[in-house]
């Protein structure tokens, strides 16, 4: 037998030396929590990585989006990389429900979306429900031709039964609504919901979902009941250890098992052969998955039976059984913490030529070439390779894969974080003192930067407790395929979680990163051109850039084409703001600056295509958040009427001049959407519009039309801009009869008096009409100049849109009640910036946000200590970044809010070495000298 051993001495000299065409990079976001009050403050810290899990330079920004269910963009923000990382705020949606964050690096605009960072987050309100609606399924399992009883209760905070409660139900299947009804209570606050004549073929768990909107209620109460169905469909899938069964050698068979709702499915079941010979004998080790070693005949097939927790008829078939194939494991030695990777050639293939390789996705870290015999082995140098997921390969001479199987290194390499406070138990609005230490593996003390939250454990609770934090979204589920249940658990210090993670390798297959199709996305390109009718292009130029923060001049050739081009790395570390221009080399020498708006809008619609992924994720139908145990309780500050935290309003909402975006905008018969909802990409004003007018653009009394260049309509529509009515307007009288028809005349008029409200125009009656048929009938046509106005606007400078669509004014033609939509187009602060005609510079900004720091009350005196105004806060304490010292250790103080409830301590971050690491830790807050308020 030939024997080598192949050690990775050579690993990092070689990924030093490589160089790549465009950036390849993954993101994370950390939250201070998972759900939120309404208009609640979102805080959070942003990571930039490359594929080897090292900090990323490369973008200059991080995009986080918030989008809800239907795709609709709630907010779209940008905020400066400083080292791969960055911190700030959003703020939380106005209405209960689940929302998307979406958050991509500015190089990696224009990647496929399963390779953004997603997280989701709840909204719910802080009011606790008046009325308590129960229920209490009378049966473990629904059974289609059976009995399936709900006793629901209704009663009142103070546990007295609230009687004769109108309510109604709707029973849902994989989001969609099978049976719909209506129920009251009795006089005792009870009534019974018999599940009958169902879909027999609903094949899922299905919820109950019980609503009230009583008129002695102040708010709508909702409570889902989820209710298992009797038969469960599995769906059992096995991976051979190397990717195949091959014949007359040991297989190690990993298995995963999930039911029909996507749920991890433990079980246990025999392996039987083709004449139903037991063969072998497995039971799940972890989240449904398992393995078992079976010495397969080569005319022979194996299947696998559940026989537990629930007896399942069906039969599993297991992968065919291969005559030829090599065979690849993973072996750890009993008398050695080291592992092996063993290469087992069935007898035709000896002799010939293959490689073994060790790839990170794929950018090969390691390479041997050797020859196919009986088996070879090779230790795995684990301390030349980084922490996180490797691709283990044995190919042909020609590179083709043959054999392949993941492999997780250094999984105990992760930073130790500990957390201590100086007490165990605390009063409200008492100082806590916590303490940091954070130290590697060998016990030395790390400096780095972390974040640190401190919430409220009990009414931050989650319906999705197991996304996957900083360690386990950069080191597993970002480099792997599909969903992985508990990522968190495996970078834990249970027994079973080395091994479980081994399984998540044997189960799962990599992710394949892919850059962007946008080259240097963040980088610029423009191109001058004189400014006469031809338009010719300048070829013989010099553009210039400059910071407006720093300072500081970069020259770019214009290139034979006449193009320029400024690549991102310039723009690094500079500030936010540039100026692009170009020197006039006389006064008869003119021309324009014109940058190039393609890679804008194709970032703007890939960006765009982000949010519309959440429309295949089912945001809307998730009614986890009405579940019982997410319910608050009632406490007593129930009836106090304040925010649980200090929000924080975007600017954007808030402008500085006088045309405010007012909370009626937002309201029926208004329709509005700020710039954080609008797709850019289409950049026109016409095109954005459209996306706000919620009616379809066609014609018909009272509809909006609208073209490119002019917005009119058969009633006229009165367009805003800033509050200011639209001064101008083009306007002619057509009158229709059998024959064309024919144009009478046309009248310029101002529609505005000088109050700025507006007036209507004289009709221009007179003897040019002409003699009248009886079938003559008069269309007056209002024409707005969008070239000459709106559409002159930079968009860049948009705000909001808004359209009414509902004002009824009575007009003198008919004497009738008519239809005048309205159209307001707000901008930032009431500025009106035009896009120029012809500029010779141009301005830049690479991200548009900033952090604020968080506010944190002060409890030092009595007086403040005794303040009768409650504090309701739900993250207690937010610090982004938290600076470890030389000893690796951070100390951190802040007060208790009011709640005597249970609160949560999360660090997590990442030191010099993008060695990455997370600690928790809990304590008790006990009543304080506080009002009580409601209660």
Request: with cysteine; aromatic share 10%; net charge neutral.
């Amino acid at each position: 037998m030939m024997i080598s051993r192949f050690i990775l001495l050579t690993a990092f000299f070689f990924i030093g030396h490589v160089s790549f065409t465009q950036v390849v990079e993954k993101s994370h976001l950390s939250t201070d929590k998972d759900i939120y009050a309404p208009q609640d403050t979102i805080w959070f810290k942003g990571y930039s990585f490359n594929i080897l899990n090292q900090l990323s330079e490369a973008s200059l920004a991080l995009h986080v989006l918030m989008v809800d269910g239907e795709g609709n963009k709630k907010t779209n923000t940008s905020w400066e990389l400083t080292d791969g990382i960055t911190d700030g705020y959003l703020v939380a949606p106005k209405l209960e429900g689940k929302y998307r964050i979406i958050a991509v690096t500015g190089q990696m605009i224009g990647s496929p979306m399963e390779q953004t960072f997603t997280k989701d987050i709840f909204v719910r309100s802080e009011i606790a429900d008046e009325i308590e609606v129960l229920a209490f399924p009378q049966f473990e399992t629904y059974i289609a031709d059976g009995e399936n009883a709900i006793d629901i209760f209704t009663r009142y905070s103070t546990n007295n039964e609230a009687p004769e409660v109108k309510l109604s139900y709707t029973i849902l299947s994989n989001g969609q609504s099978i049976k719909k009804g209506r129920l009251k209570t009795s006089t005792e606050g009870k009534v019974t919901l018999n599940i009958e004549k169902l879909k027999k073929d609903i094949g899922t768990e299905f919820s109950l979902l019980i609503e009230s909107d009583d008129k002695r209620l102040t708010k709508p109460i909702k409570l889902t009941v989820p209710v298992a169905v009797q038969s469960k469909n599995i769906d059992l899938q096995f991976f051979p250890e190397g990717g195949e069964l091959i014949a007359g050698m040991v297989n190690k068979v990993a298995y995963k098992a999930i039911d029909q709702n996507g749920e991890a499915f433990d079980l246990k079941g025999v392996i039987l052969d083709d004449k139903g010979k037991m063969v072998a004998a497995s039971e799940s080790f972890y989240q449904g998955m398992g393995s078992f070693d079976l010495l397969p005949d080569t005319n022979s097939s194996y299947f696998f039976k559940v026989t537990g927790p629930v007896k399942i008829d069906s039969l599993y078939k297991l992968p065919r059984v291969e005559k030829s194939g090599i065979q690849l494991s993973i072996k750890q030695l009993s008398d050695s913490s080291k592992r092996y990777a063993f290469v087992k050639p069935t007898a035709d293939l000896h002799g010939q030529k293959g490689k073994f390789v060790i790839a990170k996705s794929d950018k090969i870290i390691s390479s041997i070439e050797f020859t196919f015999s009986e088996q070879e082995y090779w230790q795995i140098a684990s301390e030349n390779l980084g922490v996180g997921v490797y691709n283990l390969r044995v190919t042909d001479a020609n590179d083709k894969p043959i054999a392949e199987r993941l492999l997780f290194a250094n999984s105990d390499s992760q930073l130790d974080i500990n957390v201590q406070t100086d007490k165990k138990a605390y009063s409200a609005r008492e100082l806590v003192e916590a303490k940091i230490t954070v130290k590697d593996k060998y016990g030395l003390p790390v400096q780095g930067n972390f974040s640190f939250a401190a919430i409220d454990a009990i009414r931050t609770q989650s319906p999705s407790p197991d996304q996957p934090n900083l360690l386990a979204q950069i080191l597993l589920t970002s480099d792997l395929r599909g969903s992985i249940p508990t990522p968190n658990f495996y970078f834990t210090s249970d027994r079973k979680a080395e091994a479980a993670l081994d399984l998540v390798m044997l189960t799962n297959g990599w992710r394949r990163y892919v850059p962007s199709t946008i080259i240097d996305s963040e980088g610029l390109a423009g191109s001058l051109h004189k400014t006469n009718r031809k338009r010719k292009l300048l070829t013989d130029r010099e553009v210039v850039l400059t910071s407006l923060k720093s300072g500081g001049i970069d020259y770019f050739k214009v290139d034979s084409s006449g193009l320029f081009k400024i690549p991102s790395s310039y723009l690094r570390a500079k500030g936010d703001s540039f100026l692009i221009f170009s020197e006039r080399r006389n006064e008869k020498d003119k021309f324009s600056l014109i940058p190039n708006q393609d890679k804008r809008i194709a970032k703007d619609k890939a960006l765009f295509g982000y949010t519309q992924g959440v429309l295949k994720a089912g945001l809307q139908q998730d009614l986890r958040l009405y579940e019982k145990a997410f319910k608050l309780r009632p406490d007593r500050f129930q009836n106090t009427l304040l925010l649980n935290s200090v929000v924080v309003e975007g600017k954007s909402l808030l402008p500085d001049g006088t045309c405010k975006l007012e909370d009626y905008h937002n309201q029926w018969p208004w329709y509005t959407k700020t710039r954080e909802e609008l797709n850019l990409g289409d950049y026109g004003i016409v095109d954005l519009v459209t996306q706000v007018n919620p009616y379809e653009t066609v014609g018909g009394f009272g509809d909006a039309i609208f073209s490119r260049t002019k917005l009119y309509g058969t009633w006229p529509m009165r367009v805003y801009i800033n509050c200011v009515p639209i001064p101008r307007i083009e306007y002619r009288m057509i009158r229709v009869s059998s024959g064309p028809a024919r144009e009478i005349t046309q009248v310029n008029t101002d529609n505005a008096d000088r109050n700025g409200k507006a007036v209507e125009e004289q009709e221009p009656w007179g003897s040019t009409l002409g003699p009248m048929n009886s079938s003559d009938y008069f269309v007056r046509e209002r024409e707005y100049n969008f070239a000459k106005t709106v559409n002159r606007i930079d968009l860049r400078n948009i705000e909001s849109i808004s359209i009414n669509t509902t004002t009824q004014i009575l007009t003198r033609m008919d004497h009738e009640q008519n239809v005048f939509p309205i159209l307001n187009i707000n901008t930032i602060n009431d500025q009106l910036i035009y896009k120029p005609i012809f500029d010779m510079k141009y301005f830049h900004s690479t991200y548009q946000h900033y952090t604020i720091e968080f506010y944190s009350p002060v409890y030092a005196t009595e007086k403040q200590k005794n303040d009768p105004v409650p504090d309701l806060r739900t993250t207690i304490f937010w610090q982004a970044n938290v600076i470890t010292d030389e000893n690796g250790q951070a100390l951190i103080s802040y007060y208790n809010a009011d709640r005597p409830n249970e609160i949560k301590l999360i660090v997590e971050g990442v030191d010099g070495y993008s060695r990455l690491g997370f600690g928790t830790l809990k304590y008790q807050v006990e009543g304080g000298p506080v009002t009580e308020g409601g209660q």
